[in-house]
C-alpha cells in the first residue's frame, strides 16, 4: 500500500461483470480529472493462447484436468506482485497487453491471442488501476492484496456467474454450451482455492442475486437483467461509511447487518459512484499531502 502511489483493483472470475465495474470507475477518473494508470489481469497470463492450449493438453496427458487460468501456475503472480510493489514506490513499473481480438490486433500491431512487449509505464499518473482475477491474490510465498489501497470484489452467485459465462462464450465467441461446461468444470478446483478466497480480503464486495429463477443456468436463453436483480454490498469495515446518506439516495434499498447494503440491481452504478467517489478522493487527498 501507498500513500503517494495509490493502487486500485477489481477481482473477480471470468463472467463475474468486472468489465462493467470498470466503467464505472472510469466515469468516476473522467469526473473527477484523475489521471489512471489501467492494467488488465489477462496481461499477466504466463502463456499465450496457443501455448495455453498446447500446456493444457499436456496437463491432461498426465493426468490433470483442472490446470486453468484460475490458478498460480497459469499466471504471473510474483511479477504482479512486483509490479504493484514498483509502482507504489515510484509509481511507474512494467506493463504489456494481452490481445483479445482483431480489434486490439489492428490497433497494436500484435495477433490476437498474443501480449505486446513489456514497456514502462509513463509516468505522472495518479493511480493504477487493475481489473481481472487475482488483485487480491495472496499465499505462503506471494501476498498481491498485501499492495492494494483499495480493493473491490465482484461476485455474483454462482448461477448468475455461470450464465453470463455461457452468455458470452456462445454468443460472443461461438463456443458450444459442452466446450464452456468443460471449462467451467475445469476451472472450478482453482475457482476454490485460488479465487473464493480473495472476497475475504476485499475492503467491498458486490455480490448480484437475481429475483428470477436461475435455478438450471445451462437452459437459460438470457442473462437476468439488472431490474431483476438485488446487489449485496459488503463493507469490510464499516467506519466512516455513510448509511443514512446511501439509503436516502438509493431508494428501496436497506440494510440487512452492520456492514451489508442491499439495493436494487437497477441502482448498482449508482450505487458505486457514491460509495467510490468519496474513497479515491481521500485516496487523492491522501497522496496530495504525502506528496
Known amino acids: 500500500m ?3 502511489h495509490p493502487i486500485i483493483a477489481i477481482t473477480g472470475s471470468s463472467g463475474a461483470g468486472t468489465t462493467t465495474v470498470m466503467r464505472s470507475f472510469q466515469h468516476i477518473f473522467r469526473r473527477e480529472r484523475i489521471q489512471a494508470q489501467i492494467i488488465e489481469g489477462d496481461s499477466f497470463h504466463r502463456y499465450n493462447r496457443a501455448e495455453m492450449r498446447e500446456e493444457m493438453k499436456r ?3 498426465e493426468g490433470s484436468a483442472t490446470f486453468s487460468h484460475f490458478g498460480p501456475e497459469a499466471n504471473l503472480l510474483e511479477e504482479l506482485e512486483g509490479v504493484f510493489r514498483a509502482y507504489g514506490a515510484t509509481g511507474v513499473g512494467k506493463a504489456r497487453k494481452y490481445i483479445h481480438d482483431d480489434g486490439e490486433a489492428a490497433q497494436f500491431g500484435v495477433p490476437p491471442g498474443q501480449f505486446t512487449e513489456w514497456k514502462d509505464m509513463p509516468a505522472g499518473s ?7 482475477l487475482h488483485g487480491g491474490y495472496a499465499d505462503a510465498r506471494i501476498d498481491v492484496a498485501s499492495q492494494v489501497d483499495l480493493l473491490v470484489g465482484v461476485v455474483p452467485i454462482i448461477n448468475l456467474e455461470w450464465i453470463q459465462k455461457l452468455h458470452r462464450d456462445q454468443v460472443q465467441r461461438g463456443y458450444s454450451q459442452e466446450a464452456v461446461m468443460d471449462t467451467i468444470l475445469r476451472r472450478m478446483p482453482d475457482y476454490v482455492h485460488h479465487i473464493t478466497p480473495q472476497f475475504s480480503r476485499t475492503h467491498v464486495n458486490f455480490q448480484r442475486v437475481p429475483t428470477v429463477d436461475t435455478s438450471n443456468p445451462f437452459i437459460a436463453k438470457d442473462i437476468p437483467s ?10 469490510a469495515d464499516p467506519h466512516g461509511i455513510d448509511f443514512p446518506y446511501l439509503l436516502s439516495m438509493l431508494h ?4 440487512t447487518r452492520p456492514n451489508t447494503l442491499v439495493v436494487p440491481g437497477g441502482k448498482m452504478g449508482l450505487a458505486m459512484q457514491l460509495i467510490f467517489t468519496p474513497m479515491i478522493l481521500r485516496l487523492m487527498d491522501i497522496k496530495r499531502r504525502a506528496g
Not at 126 to 132: A, I, Q, V
Not at 226 to 235: K, N, Y
Open 2 to 4: 501507498s500513500a503517494k
Open 59 to 61: 496437463r491432461e496427458q
Open 126 to 132: 495518479d493511480l493504477l488501476f487493475y481489473e481481472g
Open 226 to 235: 439488472l431490474d431483476e436483480s438485488m446487489v449485496v454490498i459488503r463493507f
Open 252 to 255: 428501496d434499498s436497506w440494510m
